[in-house]
Antibody, heavy 116, light 107 residues
Framework: EVQLVESGGGLVQPGGSLRLSCAAS????????MHWVRQAPGKGGKGLVW???????????TYADSVKGRFTISRDNAKNTLYLQMNSLRADDTAVYFC??????WGQGTLVTVSS | DIQMTQSPSSLSASVGDRVTITCRAS??????LGWFQQKPGKAPKRLIY???SLQSGVPSRFSGSGSGTEFTLTISSLQPEDFATYYC?????????FGQGTKLDIK
């Protein structure tokens, strides 16, 4: 089955770190640019926010200002997996994080909660 | 950053109605715009890419139009499964930005 599956979310204290993974199956990740998008929780859900992108071979990356210097996107094409290393986490980073293949295919999301 | 102003923010409609949602960009995008549908607890699903191209598998009652700074998503005849939240996304300039969403519910 062609799919993306995120993992690595959970509860972390402010200032802590977490690494999200996005495992691709049924297709070769190396052919695609990948993105992370997040959505803060709330009644009915809050809006979608683009977080970061990486090109197909991992040589270039781009970040939203809100995460620049704290988050690092990377990929291991041999393992068919995308990552998001999140450091210096803040309460306003609390969200469901989705990985997406060029916005045409999405994972189910993983919840990150930053709270003491 | 490019601001995407989506309207309306909410909309009540009936099965069979024709519905139009608009996104206005603060600067020109060409046709670098997509439309997404999201249901509660689910990932977004792309409906339209390149402003007007229908994603494979998406019903033909969905259509997109526009270029530059004004874009529309039209649902020609609402079906029960269409009640959801809709977002536009500009992918012309980083940081990519979404509209704030339109919640479509049953009248």
């Amino acid at each position: 089955e062609v799919q993306l599956v995120e993992s690595g979310g959970g509860l972390v204290q402010p200032g802590g770190s977490l690494r999200l993974s996005c495992a691709a199956s049924g297709f070769t990740l190396s052919g695609y640019w990948m993105h992370w998008v997040r959505q803060a929780p709330g009644k009915g859900g809050k809006g979608l926010v683009w977080v970061s992108r990486i090109n197909s071979d991992g040589s270039t990356t781009t970040y939203a200002d809100s995460v620049k210097g704290r988050f690092t996107i990377s990929r291991d094409n041999a393992k068919n997996t995308l990552y998001l290393q999140m450091n210096s986490l803040r309460a306003d980073d609390t969200a469901v994080y989705f990985c997406t293949r060029e916005f045409a295919m999405w994972g189910q999301g993983t919840l990150v909660t930053v709270s003491s | 950053d490019i601001q995407m102003t989506q309207s309306p923010s909410s909309l009540s409609a009936s099965v069979g109605d024709r519905v139009t949602i608009t996104c206005r960009a603060s600067q020109g995008l060409g046709t670098d715009l997509g439309w997404f549908q999201q249901k509660p607890g689910k990932a977004p699903k792309r409906l339209i890419y390149g402003a007007s191209s229908l994603q494979s598998g998406v019903p033909s009652r969905f259509s997109g139009s526009g270029s530059g700074t004004e874009f529309t998503l039209t649902i020609s005849s609402l079906q029960p499964e269409d009640f959801a939240t809709y977002y536009c996304l500009q992918h012309n300039t980083y940081p990519y930005t979404f509209g704030q969403g339109t919640k479509l519910d049953i009248k």
